[in-house]
């Protein structure tokens, strides 16, 4: 099992940053992926930015050169950076992480944080 928290968000202007950050505890070993997905009011849950354990990262179009994804090993933490935040980017933010037990993939995913990006 993974237990995920995350914690950071809240309400900024455009053009400002955020940091969210996701606690993670249980079998951090089973992890393969870490990710941040989000999920605006009448839209369907999607990608944010993901990184591998290897350190491999990708982001949504809608992000790139705004949004940075980090980890944290030594304390089983990964990071979501945002910059220059648009209204756009206003959604409930989710943390996710891709584990494998016995070769079965599980999806984990925390409680998500509300960003609002508003003047």
């Known amino acids: 099992q993974v237990q995920l928290v995350e914690s950071g968000g809240g309400l900024v202007q455009p053009g400002g940053s955020l940091r969210l950050s996701c606690a993670i505890s249980g079998s951090i070993f089973s992890i393969s992926r870490r990710a941040w997905y989000r999920q605006a009011p009448g839209k369907q849950r999607e990608l944010v930015a993901a990184?591998?354990?290897?350190?491999?990262?990708n982001y949504a179009d809608s992000v790139k050169g705004r949004f940075t994804i980090s980890r944290d090993n030594a304390k089983n933490t990964v990071y979501l950076q945002m910059d220059s935040l648009k209204q756009g980017d206003t959604a409930v933010y989710y943390c996710?992480?891709?584990?494998?037990?016995?070769?079965?993939?599980?999806?984990?995913w925390g409680q998500g944080t509300q960003v609002t990006v508003s003047s």
């Open positions: 996710h992480a891709l584990a494998f037990f016995r070769g079965q993939p599980s999806d984990y």
């Open positions: 990184i591998s354990n290897s350190g491999n990262t």
